[in-house]
C-alpha cells in the first residue's frame, strides 16, 4: 500500500504540472496555430477527466471494502486541474484574440441564452475558472470553510458541460458520464447516511 500511495502523489505531481503547462503553452497554440490541435479531442480528454474527479468519491464512498480506490480521491486535485486548464485555456485564447469583443459579449443577453445552451457552456466556462484560481493551499487558507463549498462548483462544470455537450452534439458518451455520476453520487448519498444511522444506532 505504501508503493501504491507513492505512486499516487507522483501521478498528482504529473497531472498538476500537465495542466500547468497545458495552461501556459495552449493558449498561445489556439491563437496562433489552431490547425495544430484537434479541438474536440482535447474536450474529449477535458470531459472524461472530469467524469473521473465527479466519480472517484462516491465509488470510493459506496466500495469502502476496496482500499485502492479511496486512495483515488488523492488524484481528483491534479485530474480537475487538468480538465479546467484545457477549458480555461480555450477563454485565454479568445481573450488574447479580442479581449473587447469577449467581454462585450459576456455581458450581452445573448451570451447567456438558455435557448441556445449557451447558458450551460458559459456557466460551465465561469465554474471551471473559479475551481482553477482556488485549486491551492493558498485559496483554501484564506477561503477557510468557504473553500469546500466553492469546490461545489464542480457539480456546476460537470453538469452543465455535459448538457451542452449533449444537447449541441448529441454526444452520447458525455450523457452517460452525467447518467453514471448521477447514479454514484445518489447511491453514495443514501449509503452515507445508512452508515451514519448505524453508529448512532
Not at 480555461?88 to 481573450?95: A, E, G, P
Not at 484574440?97 to 459576456?106: K, L, R, S, T, W
Not at 465561469?126 to 484564506?142: E, F, G
Request: no cysteine.
Amino acid at each position: 500500500m505504501k508503493t501504491y500511495l507513492t505512486i499516487i502523489k507522483y501521478l498528482q505531481t504529473i497531472t498538476l504540472s500537465l495542466g500547468v503547462v497545458l495552461l501556459i503553452v495552449l493558449p498561445s497554440i489556439l491563437t496562433l496555430a489552431p490547425d495544430l490541435i484537434e479541438t474536440s479531442l482535447l474536450f474529449a480528454v477535458a470531459h472524461t477527466t472530469l467524469f473521473l474527479v465527479m466519480a472517484i468519491r462516491p465509488l470510493a464512498d459506496l466500495l469502502p471494502q476496496f482500499r485502492f480506490i479511496r486512495p483515488l480521491v488523492i488524484l481528483r486535485k491534479g485530474v480537475g486541474v487538468l480538465s479546467a486548464s484545457i477549458v480555461v485555456s480555450f477563454i485565454i485564447s479568445k481573450l488574447i484574440m479580442d479581449a473587447g469583443g469577449y467581454f462585450e459579449n459576456f455581458f450581452s443577453l445573448s451570451y447567456w441564452s438558455v435557448i441556445s445552451l449557451a447558458f450551460f457552456a458559459h456557466s460551465a466556462d465561469v465554474a471551471a475558472v473559479i475551481l482553477l484560481v482556488t485549486s491551492n493551499n493558498l485559496s483554501k487558507k484564506i477561503l477557510g470553510a468557504n473553500w469546500k463549498r466553492v469546490q461545489k462548483l464542480a457539480y456546476v462544470y460537470f453538469y452543465a458541460s455535459g448538457i451542452y455537450v449533449f444537447g449541441m452534439f448529441g454526444d452520447t458518451l458525455v450523457l452517460s458520464y452525467m447518467v453514471a455520476v448521477t447514479v454514484l453520487t445518489t447511491l453514495a448519498y443514501f449509503s452515507n447516511k445508512q452508515r451514519d444511522l448505524l453508529k448512532t444506532a
